[in-house]
């Protein structure tokens, strides 16, 4: 028993329940769930790169959001109840596939859990960038705890007005929160830092006596350290993207990279009836508007979304792969 769940105070809500007896605000108890455990192609370019990431999607969510694509997960319905001890080999697996980082999503709620078995992993070896894929409703004190641990931030910035997002998450003060958390996450990791994606593996080739690959002009930059921010544009509310897109930038410059994400699916069976003015997807002009905007406001260090980004390919099956 991990006393951190007793009177759970993780996350902002500051629940107060005890979880070892039962599911906090976040949907879940104090064990560990997970949902899988795979190599994952679509993440942003420097963090799949060609071989992967390896995320690991963690059951529960402190937020609510009336949207959410994975809501087999975020509330509590479907995961495998693991051990620390399980986790930590997860992650070595995971080193084995090759993958390029540990990308541990929406873990926010377990990191009284996560944290030892990450100094673990790491104390017994484990090489390659732990990142943390959160939403951002994360208190700061947690983030400090974090320091020395996590090599990679992937926050989300959701949204920067209240009303928002109370309506479509459920939670209240999540502007403020998640400034203040990218704000620790970025005085954590100050710079984006890379290396080539095949790097450590040539490394090892040439100790094993093996021909490298040097010259290979097909090698993925991979982040090795830093921050991203992404924002999921939402259909009618290309205004708040671009004043979270200013923020942003006139907040951090290209000390971070920002994500602009056009991927919005709607289930026309939840959002139809209550949340109608979101029951669609992003149109290119919505999209384009925001791209240009960024373009204009000198943004270099970004990532978009081309083509058909709104598909079912982005929602891998949470069948308990590599649990």
């Known amino acids: 028993m991990i006393t951190d769940y007793s009177d759970c105070r993780i996350c902002p809500r500051k629940c107060g329940i005890d979880r070892n007896h039962g599911p906090g605000a976040c949907k879940v108890g104090s064990m560990l769930q997970v949902s899988r455990a795979a190599l994952h192609m679509w993440e942003e370019p420097c963090i799949s790169g060609r071989a992967g990431s ?26 495998r109840e693991i051990t620390s001890e399980r986790l930590v080999d997860i992650f070595f697996e995971l080193e084995a596939q090759h993958a390029n980082n540990i990308n541990l999503v929406t873990g926010d709620h377990f990191l009284p859990t996560i944290r030892p078995a990450i100094r673990k992993a790491k104390k017994e070896g484990l090489r390659i960038p732990f990142l943390l894929n959160t939403s951002s409703y994360i208190s700061v004190d ?19 007005r209240e009303q928002d997002a109370i309506r479509y998450s459920h939670a209240p003060g999540y502007p403020e929160i998640a ?22 593996t040539e490394e090892k080739d ?42 942003l930038y006139q907040t951090y410059g290209d000390q971070i990279y920002i994500s602009l994400l056009s991927q919005y699916t709607p289930d026309h069976t939840l959002l139809k009836d209550a949340y109608p003015e979101i029951d669609r997807r992003v149109t ?3 999209y384009g508007s925001l791209v240009r905007y960024a373009e204009e406001l000198g943004v270099t260090r970004g990532f978009v979304q081309e083509g058909e980004a709104a598909d079912e390919s982005f929602i891998p099956e949470f069948d308990f792969s590599g649990v």
């Open 179 to 200: 400034k203040a958390a990218i704000a620790e996450m970025v005085r954590q990791q100050p710079e984006c830092v890379f290396h080539e994606e095949n790097e450590e």
């Open 142 to 160: 947690e983030l400090k705890q974090l320091e020395g641990l996590i090599d990679i931030y992937l926050p989300d910035l959701k949204y920067i």
């Open 206 to 247: 040439r100790t094993d006596g093996s021909a490298g690959s040097e010259g290979d002009e097909s090698r993925e930059k991979l982040l090795k350290k830093g921050v991203i921010v992404r924002h999921l544009l939402l259909p009618g509310m290309l205004i708040q993207a671009k004043l979270i897109l200013r923020y």
């Open 54 to 79: 390896g995320t690991i999607f963690f059951t529960g969510c402190n937020l609510g959001c009336v949207y959410c694509q994975n809501q087999a997960i975020s509330r509590g319905r479907s995961g």
């Open 284 to 286: 290119e002009y919505e």
